[in-house]
């Protein structure tokens, strides 16, 4: 399982397809936004924790397609479906791998970029907790959606119209932390129904995608 974990770990930097993409996208939406309504300091604070969200969200996104088709293409996915590990055990470890290559170094990122956008000095810890705690179910959706169009050709657009609904609660909840961080108010509420959200995306997804990888390997 370890040895799996650190093979998926290796694949997405060399692949090109790990932190680097997902932090220079990151990056580029962060600088854009103030070019696009101004630098208004009130107007970029306000609207700070929807565009860092969006931002991640969208970071995460580019990546997903490689979670499955290098193994698709290479046989080794028809391997870990007859594999003695189970094949569910197997599909959160390449969500596993996804997130540490691409949602913690956002986490890690997040701060640097919210100081750009003028994100209030309250905010920044809850900006990084919320990631934190949201960004795992952003991979486990992710993991299910490219288990759905693996093997399909030009599957990515598909997988974006699948994802992206789904990763509307995340984003909801998500930025809501920081915004009611920023303004002194209570947050456990919407942190815990971020939780909740990752917690069941790990819990019942990697069945669901593994599922979709017997039919599509058939």
């Given at each position: 399982m370890i040895a799996l974990l650190?093979?998926?770990?290796?694949l997405a930097t060399r692949a090109g397809g790990g932190f680097g993409l997902g932090l220079a996208f990151f990056l580029i939406v962060?600088?854009?936004?103030?070019?696009g309504v101004g630098p208004e300091g009130g107007t970029l604070a306000r609207i700070a924790p929807?565009?860092?969200w969006v931002g991640a969200l969208l970071a995460c996104l580019l990546s997903l397609d490689r979670?499955?088709?290098l193994d698709y293409e290479d046989g080794t996915l028809d391997l870990l479906a007859t594999a003695p590990v189970p094949l569910e055990a197997a599909v959160a470890l390449k969500a596993v791998a996804h997130w540490l290559t691409t949602g913690l170094?956002?986490?890690?990122?997040?701060?640097?970029?919210?100081?750009l956008l003028q994100l209030p000095g309250p905010a920044y810890g809850w900006l990084v907790a919320s990631l934190a705690v949201g960004t795992p179910a952003l991979s486990a959706i992710g993991a299910f959606g490219a288990a759905l169009t693996v093997g399909?050709?030009?599957?990515?657009?598909?997988l974006s119209l699948i994802v992206l609904p789904?990763?509307?609660?995340?984003?909801?909840?998500?930025a809501e932390v920081v915004i009611r961080g920023a303004d002194g108010r209570a947050v456990e509420t919407a942190l815990l129904l971020l939780a909740a959200i990752s917690v069941g995306a790990f819990a019942l997804l990697p069945f669901a995608a593994a599922a979709a990888l017997r039919?599509?390997?058939r």
């Open positions: 650190v093979r998926d770990l290796r962060t600088v854009l936004v103030p070019f929807g565009i860092l979670i499955f088709a170094p956002l986490v890690v990122a997040a701060p640097v970029l919210g100081v399909l050709k030009r599957g990515g657009l598909l789904l990763y509307i609660p995340s984003l909801i909840f998500g039919v599509n390997l």
